[in-house]
């Protein structure tokens, strides 16, 4: 008893996790705005061109745009976590092939059945919370009846989240490993996924209910929103990234390749801990 509160005293806390993803954010931020300055230009350019052409307008919310904008959070948050567990690596050569490495599979598949998922349970009557009659129509009304589907769907993530730290470092883990591997740190993981994807609903609520209509009705202010939207989704998936990345190692014990001319290289790899509760 006394060694699994020692323990739990030892687990970062979601604050401490917070406070390491926005010093790592502050220090990588040119990394952050290489990567999702295309990524919101690509929004704003789809955008438009959906704004300025009346014969695409049947394609202005189709499914097809949040499938490749699924896509292309998961490449991000694959190069995140991969950089945060990275981060302080001495150069060599095993440190330059996970850095190369081009996205798993599996990753990309985890993010698909997770988009898909969330789009069948967007679909099922869940009516736990039901908007007054007062509230219709408003900021507040429109997003209460998506509370149960977000707390759920962020719930049955974080049982597996830790899978995606250990594809992004080439681990061979599998997902009942992962589902064991969340146990030490589930409170964690479920605040942090819970929160990232509650602020990126309230975002989207805002920039629909309050965003949109204070800016000219142009297509370039269409665009210019869509690609901030974009920005904010990224920003967020930053922390949850970061967040991964600590708890894993935390979890698994996981070092840093080292090279192969350092004393005493892999000192302590081999005897990795997995704490699963």
């Not at 230009?41 to 959906?50: E, H, P």
């Not at 997003?143 to 594809?167: E, N, Q, T």
């Not at 989704?233 to 894993?248: E, I, K, M, R, S």
Request: some cysteine; proline content about 5%.
């Amino acid at each position: 008893m006394a060694d699994r509160l020692a323990a739990d005293r030892d687990r970062p806390s979601l604050f401490a996790l917070l406070v390491a993803g926005f010093i790592f954010l502050i220090r990588r931020i040119h990394l952050f705005a290489v990567i999702c300055l295309p990524i919101a230009v690509l929004a704003g350019g789809i955008s438009w061109i959906l704004e300025i052409d009346r014969r695409l307008v049947y394609w202005r919310n189709d499914w097809v745009w949040d499938l490749l904008f699924t896509v292309v959070y998961a490449l991000f948050l694959n190069r995140w976590i991969k950089e945060s567990l990275l981060d302080g690596a001495t150069d060599c050569e095993e440190v330059d092939n996970l850095r190369r490495a081009i996205v798993s599979p599996r990753f990309l598949l985890f993010a698909i059945f997770f988009y898909v998922f969330a789009i069948v349970l967007g679909t099922l009557p869940i009516e736990w919370i039901v908007a007054p009659a007062a509230l219709s129509g408003t900021f507040f009304g429109d997003l209460l009846p998506w509370l149960p589907h977000l707390v759920f769907w962020s719930m049955i993530l974080a049982l597996f989240c830790l899978y995606l730290p250990a594809l992004s470092v080439a681990e061979g883990v599998s997902l009942r490993l992962a589902v064991r591997l969340t146990r030490a740190a589930r409170p964690q993981l479920i605040e942090l996924i819970l929160g990232a994807a509650l602020l990126s609903l309230l975002g989207t609520a805002a920039a629909s209910h309050w965003g949109l209509p204070l800016m000219p009705t142009k297509a370039w202010a269409i665009a210019a929103m869509a690609a901030a939207h974009r920005l904010f989704d990224c920003l967020l998936l930053a922390f949850v990234g970061h967040g991964l990345a600590d708890l894993y190692r935390y979890i698994t014990d996981w070092r840093q390749p080292e090279p192969e001319d350092r004393p005493y290289r892999g000192l302590g790899v081999k005897s990795r801990r997995i704490r699963t509760g």
